[in-house]
T-cell receptor
Framework: NAGVTQTPKFQVLKTGQSMTLQCAQDMNHNSMYWYRQDPGMGLRLIYYSASEGTTDKGEVPNGYNVSRLNKREFSLRLESAAPSQTSVYFC????????????FGQGTRLTVV | AQKITQTQPGMFVQEKEAVTLDCTYDTSDPSYGLFWYKQPSSGEMIFLIYQGSYDQQNATEGRYSLNFQKARKSANLVISASQLGDSAMYFCAMREGNFGGAQKLVFGQGTRLTINP
């Protein structure tokens, strides 16, 4: 029972490079989320998606793009990485409904030098 | 504007004592939900407890209970009989939005709880 799987677990990028963080869930959830966690800042919502083909901006969307090509997968792309994007990135999914909790991936630790 | 506020950056509690972690929220949506998560030093996010805005009773899950005061917009987590394994970051989160559409889930800044033996 995999749950939410994020790849890669660790990544070092040079300033200006691009990369895509992958996230897949096998729980048939409609909603998916991308967060970043900086030390002492809690989790900040980057983008979220209610269903395949739909995405919405969260609290800190600048510098990121997302893609929800199907129900299982929700990817996060950094087009031109900056040191300010050094963070731990979490993907989460949840079923639509009032009391349904979010399930999280193990996180991707990204360093931009 | 901050939607979820956790005013205690850190708390230190003696083992076996009860502890209350504060959370206040801000929303104009009549239908919302409040969650608490635990993040140990290993980094994973562990769901603890949920309270819906229309729930009449405070939620409880084992040693965890939620002190929900709707008029004051607060949803404090109470951990009874704390254990060394309770040492972790604790996050309060709020779900807003229509059930048929996109539902935002936003988090507070967290409280680092340390249980002393």
């Amino acid at each position: 029972n995999a749950g939410v799987t994020q790849t890669p677990k660790f990544q070092v990028l040079k300033t200006g490079q691009s990369m895509t963080l992958q996230c897949a869930q096998d729980m048939n959830h409609n909603s998916m989320y991308w967060y970043r966690q900086d030390p002492g800042m809690g989790l900040r919502l980057i983008y979220y998606s209610a269903s395949e083909g739909t995405t919405d901006k969260g609290e800190v969307p600048n510098g990121y793009n997302v893609s929800r090509l199907n129900k299982r997968e929700f990817s996060l792309r950094l087009e031109s990485a900056a040191p300010s994007q050094t963070s731990v990135y979490f993907c989460a999914s949840r079923r639509q409904g009032p009391g349904t909790e979010a399930f999280f991936g193990q996180g991707t630790r990204l360093t931009v030098v | 504007a901050q939607k979820i506020t956790q005013t205690q950056p850190g708390m230190f509690v003696q083992e076996k004592e009860a502890v209350t972690l504060d959370c206040t929220y801000d929303t104009s949506d009549p239908s919302y939900g409040l969650f608490w998560y635990k993040q140990p030093s290993s980094g994973e996010m562990i769901f603890l407890i949920y309270q819906g805005s229309y729930d009449q009773q405070n939620a409880t899950e084992g040693r965890y209970s939620l002190n929900f005061q709707k008029a004051r917009k607060s949803a404090n987590l109470v951990i009874s009989a704390s254990q060394l394994g309770d040492s972790a970051m604790y996050f309060c989160a709020m779900r807003e939005g229509n059930f048929g559409g996109a539902q935002k889930l936003v988090f507070g800044q967290g409280t680092r709880l340390t249980i002393n033996p």
